[in-house]
Each structure stands twice: as C-alpha cells, then as structure tokens.
C-alpha cells in the first residue's frame, strides 16, 4: 500500500536503517543540509510528495519526488528501501498516476534492487559519478580570459549549450537568482562555460563545457578556479565519471578530494 505523507517524523528509525546501509543507503542524503532539503523538509515545497510503501501497516520504501506538472517532469530525491517489492509498487503506482512523465533517478550505484526495477521499464542508465569535495584552498595562475555571463554572450553561450540536460541555457538564463554563469573567451569568441549554484551552502556545477577544439588547454580549469574564487567562503561539491581518472587528477589539484559512499547514477524513464 503506498500512503501520501506529511511528515516523516515516526519513520526517521527507517530512514536511519537503510541509509546506514552501503548497498541501499541514498547519495542525496549524504550530508544534514541534504537531509533536511531532501527529507524531513521536503513536504513543505509544493513540488514535492513524500510517498510511504507499506506492507501488514509496516514501512518497507520512503520515497520523496520532486514534481513538475506543468513540465510532465519528476526526480526522485529520495528512494530508500531493501525491498524489492517496494520498488516495484512505487514504479507500478507512478505508471499509473503519472503517465507521459520524464523521470529522473539519481541512486546509488550498489543498489541492485532498484536497478533491476528500472532495467525492467527500459531505463537508460549515465555513467557512474564520483562525489567530490572541496576541501583545500589551492592558488591557481593562469592566462586565460574567464569572465561572468553578460547579455552580450547571450546568443553563443545558448547556441553552444547542452541541449539534452534538464537545465537548458535557456532555463538557466531566467534562473539567475540561483545559478552564475562562467564563461572562457578567446579572440572575443565564447568557447566554454560553467553553469554552478551560487545560493547554497554547498554549490555545484550542472554543467561544465568547452568546445572539443579548445580542450586541452586549461579553460575548464581556470573556469573552476574562477567559479571557486567567487563561491568563497561557501562549500562546493561536483560530479564527474567515476572513470575519468586524468580529469579527475585535475579537479584534485584545485583542491577537491573524493567523498567516499556517496557515488551516484542516474536513470531516466518515460513513464
């Protein structure tokens, strides 16, 4: 039975017991700011539904869904459970009550019950990505011209911009309260960006990008040390692919270390 909550309040003993847990626990409850957003706050946006799986009146899945009606969108901010049938029944139950929605689901990667549940619906699975943290405060010297976004950029920074990403250049551009814009220039041409949170305590990239022409040279680089330099005294954290070794050692040298259990992968649905 799936029950429509208000509040988590009797069930924190459960969300303790599975997030404590290395195969089921939930990489977007990894710090109190997260679990507060994310959990035993979520009920208060409207966006949100917090979702309890039951079985016999006993909690057996938690699940909190971030959902946009008016953009047939979902994302799952919160899936914990070690049943197998709770993932079923919350999957059957979205199917149903939501169909025609894009939904995302961010998971920990040792999670096979919910892999296989998604395997299942045809979900197409990204790459493993490794947490990283930003711990040290690393002086980095360049020559590359990094600025902030202005109007006048407006026209390449949309065309160069990722297109099968949820925040879109244009999305972006109308949430300027919550994102800062970086951008590379060279000879007066944009060739890469940065899209990162400014408002949190912990910001984070969505998005870093140069043109395939210009890699190599170090704007990804100096766009972060910029990014970085602006964000102080804030915390920041990025997402890279787990097996991106030699960028990763690149991300290591300005300062940020891996954060151990808190690996994600995302899939996407079609409901």
Known sequence: MIKILATIDEYMDFVHEINSDPNFSEPMLSSETQMQ?????????????????????EMIGLFVFLILDDESYMEMLVGLSRAEEAYDEILHYLKENYKGYEVDFVYNPHNYLLHNSLSAMKASFEKEQQKLILVNDVEYKHDKEIILYNSQYKEPYIVMHSKDVYWTAEKVLDALDKFRVILAVEDGEVVGYIDITYTSEENEPYDIFVKEEYRGKGYEKAMLAKAIELNKPRGMMLLMDADETLLMEEYESLGFVKSERENSVTAHVLL
């Open 37 to 57: 957003r994310n959990l035993t706050n979520a009920s208060k946006a409207p966006a949100n539904k917090v979702f309890g799986v039951f079985d016999n009146g």
